[in-house]
């Protein structure tokens, strides 16, 4: 199984800050690395595929990057409505797996 | 707009089988996709379960696959699925969705809202 590490597993952060969440693959992904945004409960929303390509209604603020083991996710300035948990998700091999999750909180 | 709705007991009793249903509008099962599900133990990460084409052609994750069941009915526009003797680890928010597209790597695209099976006797 490919393993997806996640850093940091939690962060406190205040409206209008610029924020980064770290994925790490336990072998190259190529460019198949997602992100996903969940707030409690609710499903997982897809925000990021492919390393970079941002969905279609998914505000500009997010945006992702990297390719082969190491990819982030920025959030330029955070909105009161970010404050959720994070998964990246890789599509690299057909068994999918997700990482742990971060879970960003306000400050 | 497609939409996923998941169906089925809320409760099973270990060493049963747990049984669920996803109904899909604003698309068709036998459309270009794979249909998956996902699992998540309360207040834990995300576990992906498998996925069915409309084909009957499955992938299953290896640490689910001797007890893991998925069908698709095309007269309903639902796929279904089946784990048995279930234990309080399969205790669980089971999500549905679409994806991903065949011959792609693009991720699930649309979820359903979720349904909490608690197995427990």
């Known amino acids: 199984d490919i393993q997806l590490t996640q850093s940091p597993s939690s962060l406190s952060a205040s409206v209008g800050d610029r924020v980064t969440f770290t994925c790490r693959a336990s072998q190259s992904l190529n460019i198949y690395l997602n992100w996903y945004q969940q707030k409690p409960g609710k499903a997982p929303k897809l925000l990021i595929s492919a390393a970079s390509n941002l969905r279609i209604g998914v505000p500009s603020r997010f945006s992702g990057s990297g390719s082969g083991t190491d990819f982030t996710l920025t959030i330029s300035s955070l909105q009161p409505e970010d404050f959720a948990t994070y998964y990246c998700?890789?599509?690299?091999?057909?068994?999918?797996?997700f990482g742990q999750g971060t879970r960003l909180d306000i400050k | 707009q497609v939409q996923l709705q998941e169906s089925g007991p809320g409760l099973v009793k270990p060493s049963g089988t747990l049984s669920l249903t996803c109904g899909v509008s604003?698309?068709?099962?036998?459309?270009?996709?794979?249909w998956t599900w996902v699992r998540q133990p309360p207040g834990k990460g995300l576990e992906w379960i498998g996925e069915i084409y409309h084909t009957g052609n499955t992938n299953y994750n290896p640490s689910l696959e001797s007890r893991v069941a998925m069908s698709v009915d095309m007269s309903q526009n639902h796929f279904a699925l089946k784990l048995t003797s279930v234990t309080a680890a399969d205790t669980a928010v089971y999500y549905c969705?679409?994806?991903?597209?065949?011959?792609?790597?693009?991720?699930?695209?649309?979820w359903g809202q979720g349904t909490l099976v608690t197995v427990s006797s």
């Open positions: 604003g698309d068709s099962i036998s459309s270009n996709f794979w």
């Open positions: 998700q890789q599509s690299y091999s057909t068994l999918i797996t």
């Open positions: 969705a679409r994806g991903p597209r065949v011959a792609s790597r693009d991720p699930p695209d649309y």
